[in-house]
């Protein structure tokens, strides 16, 4: 059986923390995949979207959340293709998020960092409104997968993100129910799939991080049918976790809303969300920003996790 990839759209996000230099470990970046377009205003350019021998970007600025509390939702459906229903969904989904929250990063302290269940979404679309209430969602793609050339990708991650300063603006997270084969045991010689293991990668995708080269970690870009480690961060995952929200910081329980407030519903037809741009497994842009307001560029990046020959 062939490995499978697991993907990454990201936008811009901010810096939390100094990257310790022997980390192996990546965070998501915000770079310019274009660099003789520009905006007017800015004296130089925005940075390269340059890569070091293990492929993480080596400048722009990392991207970051602004507030410290971020909601997710569970698309409402779940995925009756592969007869999982919202429930399951949901408790597999809330496990992977706090298999990140609940690691240790010195002295028993977790990252700070807290997650909102605003649970079950309507919405079954990756979008990103400039004026309407938005949400964070977690969704199944039974049936097809819409990405030509994708058929090796078992989860997509979309974030949008302002390219001028790094802030995430929305998160959405969809899973390839058309042509996995998702399972939830605990026995290896029983797992093909793990939607478990899937998930947290896609979580830490979620929370900011990008692909790390060890084979080891859960943030590696691929996935081997049996496999289950991926469930629980590594060395490499934690170092990059708790760089992004130090411990021992203050988490604000009570401004968890998505940006411009939050709805279970996808936007109004008349209103144009902002665009989003699509990047491939190597972070080359295919597509184009969209200026907000002649002030921001929102952008969104994607990279997949496959499966691999074992």
């Not at 600025?61 to 999982?84: A, K, M, N």
């Not at 797992?191 to 896609?202: K, N, P, R, S």
């Amino acid at each position: 059986m062939r490995s499978r990839l697991l993907a990454l759209a990201v936008g811009c996000a901010g810096f939390f923390g100094a990257v310790p230099a022997s980390a192996d470990y990546c965070r998501t970046k915000a770079c310019d995949n274009q660099p003789a377009y520009d905006d007017i205003w800015q004296t130089a350019p925005d940075p390269p979207c340059i890569r070091d021998s293990v492929g993480c970007l080596i400048e722009g600025t990392p991207l970051y959340w602004p507030q410290s509390c971020i909601s997710f939702s569970v698309q409402q459906d779940g995925s009756p293709e592969q007869h999982i229903d919202y429930q399951l969904a949901h408790d597999t989904i809330t496990k992977a998020f706090y298999a990140w929250l609940n690691v240790d990063c010195g002295g028993g302290l977790p990252p700070s960092v807290a997650i909102a269940d605003y649970s079950p979404a309507v919405c079954d679309q990756i979008e990103y409104n400039k004026d309407q209430p938005n949400a964070n969602v977690f969704m199944f793609r039974d049936g097809t997968w819409p990405y030509v050339g994708g058929e090796d990708t078992l989860a997509l991650t979309t974030v949008t993100y302002n390219t001028e300063n790094a802030q995430i603006y929305d998160a959405d997270v969809e899973i390839n129910s058309a042509q996995a084969t998702f399972t939830f045991s605990d026995d290896p010689l029983k797992t093909v799939d793990d939607l478990q293991a899937v998930l947290t990668h896609e979580c830490g995708h979620f929370l900011g991080l990008s692909h790390d080269p060890v084979n080891t970690s859960t943030m590696f870009p691929e996935y081997s049918p049996g496999e289950l480690y991926q469930r629980n961060p590594g060395a490499d995952d934690i170092a990059g976790i708790c760089d992004i929200y130090p411990p021992g910081q203050d988490v604000d329980t009570s401004h968890c809303l998505p940006r411009h407030g939050f709805s279970r519903d996808c936007a109004k037809p008349q209103s144009k969300g902002c665009g989003i741009t699509r990047t491939g497994d190597d972070g080359s842009v295919s597509g184009a920003a969209a200026l907000l307001a002649g002030v921001v560029l929102v952008g969104a990046r994607r990279r997949s996790r496959r499966r691999r020959t074992p």
